[in-house]
């Protein structure tokens, strides 16, 4: 199925994609054009020492925020896009076709949309304004050591004392830490309590409130990409609470009405099969000689899935577009999209043989030996494999809780 846009969303899509090739920064044209485009690149750059880079970040967002667009999925009275789900869909898929880079991190897809549907006012005013305006990026402190898939078992403590919370304990895989300003984080405020009701979300303004240490953790690429985060008697204002004390599992769950359809997943990796296609047909590397019939066919197979995966995307927007919210309709999408991009990356490594061995950028085969690399996480992150089956099993096909 290919999807036909309406005269207006043909009109929207003509300005997303006018927008992107006028006002992109040369830095991330030429990244996207190798394919080399960090994960956060926005982030980094925000903090980089190198004049060329802030500048990239820094036009990049003043582009976006004249339409609008830095925050597509928020309401316009919060400054937000007010983009209907299909909208974000179509601006999202230009912007993966031009592999531009998202701004804002986890402060405008997470903190933004939690304190639009539980902050006070006060809260709204004081902390909505800085995600946008990309002066304060935010860090997402769930995850700790012995609490992952099993997120409600978390122990990190918030005591109350006077006014503030004290806070001790530890997260970890905590993304750009180190580049982020301030931190949200879900906290144990009742011990006593069931698992889920003990929890309470709040906000720590600055990561380098004393009692915080952030230490790296080097990542399988070689990249600092996340942190471990410890809190030793870390005092926060008890008015950092967002929602109802106790209530916080509940908060820290909530999705605003933004498209699901990870279609830039879908268009990543249509255009990575499609340039390992062009690598063959232009023999790079000998790369057409090592076609044997079963890695034609493994790659005829890498087609159909990548197709398939698009089909996924079309669905998920389908439902939103209808009003109904995608459940275990969006692990089905996240689990295909994770294993696909690893059996992807697994068979353009197949097709440059040993020379996928090389990492230097000059070498064509070191984009995918990279990307092999750098998809062992996808499966991982945002809820693993096994969890998005548990949940198709149980929510899809309605199966017993094993
Ligand atoms: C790149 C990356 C970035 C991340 N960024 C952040 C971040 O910014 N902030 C943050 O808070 N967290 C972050 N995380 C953490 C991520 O949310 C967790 O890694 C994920 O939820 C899995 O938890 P875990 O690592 O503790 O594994 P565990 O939950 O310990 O799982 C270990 C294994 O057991 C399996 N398993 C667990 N429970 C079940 C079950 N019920 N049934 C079957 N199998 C099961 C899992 O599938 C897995 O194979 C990030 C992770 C990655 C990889």
Request: aromatic fraction near 8%; avoid cysteine; charge should be negative.
């Amino acid at each position: 199925m290919d999807w036909k846009d309406t005269p207006e969303q043909a009109a929207f899509r003509s300005e997303v994609s006018t927008l992107i090739d006028t006002r992109l920064p040369t830095r991330y044209r030429e990244l996207a054009a190798r394919g080399a485009m960090p994960e956060r690149a926005w982030e980094n750059d925000r903090k980089s020492d190198m004049p060329d880079e802030v500048a990239a970040a820094v036009d990049w967002h003043a582009a976006l925020a004249e339409r609008h667009w830095v925050a597509p999925h928020w309401p316009t009275e919060y400054g937000g896009g007010g983009l209907t789900a299909m909208e974000q869909f179509i601006f999202n898929q230009e912007m993966a076709e031009s592999g531009a880079p998202g701004v804002g991190g986890s402060g405008l897809s997470m903190l933004g949309p939690t304190l639009i549907v539980h902050g006070s006012d006060e809260q709204k005013e004081k902390y909505l304004p800085p995600i946008l305006d990309g002066n304060v990026t935010w860090a997402q402190g769930y995850s700790e050591p012995g609490s992952g898939s099993d997120l409600a078992s978390l122990t990190t403590r918030a005591v109350r004392d006077g006014d503030d919370f004290i806070i001790n304990g530890q997260k970890i895989w905590t993304s750009a830490a180190h580049t982020a300003d301030a931190m949200f984080a879900l906290v144990r405020t009742d011990p006593d309590a069931p698992k889920h009701r003990g929890i309470s979300f709040v906000m720590i303004d600055d990561i380098k409130t004393p009692g915080i240490t952030v230490r790296p953790l080097i990542n399988i690429n070689g990249d600092h990409y996340f942190n471990e985060v410890f809190f030793e008697d870390v005092r926060i204002p008890a008015t950092n609470l967002v929602g109802e004390l106790n209530r916080g599992w509940y908060v820290g769950m909530t999705l605003l009405d933004f498209e699901r359809s990870n279609i830039g997943g879908a268009v990543a990796a249509r255009r990575q099969l499609r340039s390992l296609i062009g690598h063959i047909k232009a023999n790079q590397q000998g790369a057409a000689e090592r076609i044997t019939p079963e890695l034609r066919r493994e790659i005829v197979d890498r087609w159909v899935e990548t197709e398939t995966l698009y089909q996924f995307s079309f669905r998920i927007i389908s439902m939103q577009s209808a009003g109904l919210v995608p459940n275990y309709e969006a692990s089905t999408a996240k689990l295909f999209a994770s294993e696909l991009s690893q059996r992807l990356a697994h068979t353009a490594t197949k097709v440059f043989g040993l020379h996928a061995q090389h990492w230097a950028d000059a070498e064509p085969a070191s984009r995918f030996t990279r990307n092999y690399i750098a998809m062992v996480p996808a499966t991982i992150r945002g809820g693993t494999s096994e969890v998005q089956r548990n949940v198709i099993a149980t929510r899809g096909l309605g199966l017993p809780r094993a």
